[in-house]
């Protein structure tokens, strides 16, 4: 596609399940970010992922969270055991190794 | 540092005013920013860019303006529209070593009719 593709758009969950929030980058692009943006704050940084190389991890805030990419393709966010604390957009961003990034429509993510 | 889910700033402006958005970045090994914008329920959006071998750059009512001196960062947009209204970060990238990105903690732009 055109631009960075996330699913699903939104999605409502119970306290203690798990989710997978999918990722499809542009496709070229070598790097891949995760956020989180709370409900009017700024972006959190969560993982980043470039090229062949160890994904950066230090933004993940607890072992419940786990991010998967395959080569330069698509990307899941794998959030286990939920928290209302969890409810954000999670944004997902591609960029080309020297360019700029561009990010996805987000998946609205509600724990009750 | 990174944008930690602070509370955001906010710069109501008239109509047709000019806005001037600034940004603090960190990291003296960035050499790559860029300003984003954000509308209500949408994902953040590239407005401009600018290499750090520049200290000014323009594009269609936008201007970003780079201090390195003092690592500063401002967006100028030109006779401010409605359509403006939206939340701006910047960010910065060194292009060496890991291309990661900073977010700044981002500003709202009110525009005032």
């Known amino acids: 596609g055109a631009g960075v593709s996330q699913s699903p758009s939104n999605k409502v969950t119970e306290k203690g399940k798990d989710v997978e929030l999918r990722c499809d980058p542009i496709s070229g692009h070598t790097a891949l970010y995760w956020y989180r943006q709370r409900l009017g704050q700024g972006l959190e940084f969560l993982i980043y992922f470039q090229g062949n190389s160890a994904p950066d991890k230090s933004g993940l805030p607890s072992d419940r969270f786990s991010a998967e990419r395959t080569g330069e393709s698509v990307s899941t966010l794998t959030i286990q055991r939920t928290q209302q604390e969890d409810s954000a957009v999670y944004l997902c961003?591609?960029?080309?190794?020297?360019?700029?990034?561009?990010f996805g429509p987000g998946t609205r993510l509600t724990v009750l | 540092g990174e944008s930690v889910g602070l509370h955001l700033p906010t710069l109501s402006v008239q109509e047709g005013d000019n806005s001037i958005i600034n940004c603090a970045y960190s990291n003296s090994a960035s050499d790559y920013f860029i300003w984003y914008k954000q509308e209500s329920g949408k994902g953040p959006q590239f407005i401009i860019d600018i290499r750090s071998n520049m200290d000014k750059r323009q594009g269609q009512r936008v201007t970003v303006l780079l201090n390195k001196t003092v690592k500063h960062l401002s967006l100028q947009i030109a006779a401010t529209q409605p359509g403006d209204s939206a939340v701006y970060f910047c960010a910065e990238i060194p292009t060496s070593g890991t291309y990661k990105y900073i977010f700044g903690t981002g500003t709202r732009l009110k525009v005032l009719a």
């Open positions: 961003a591609s960029s080309p190794q020297l360019g700029g990034g561009y």
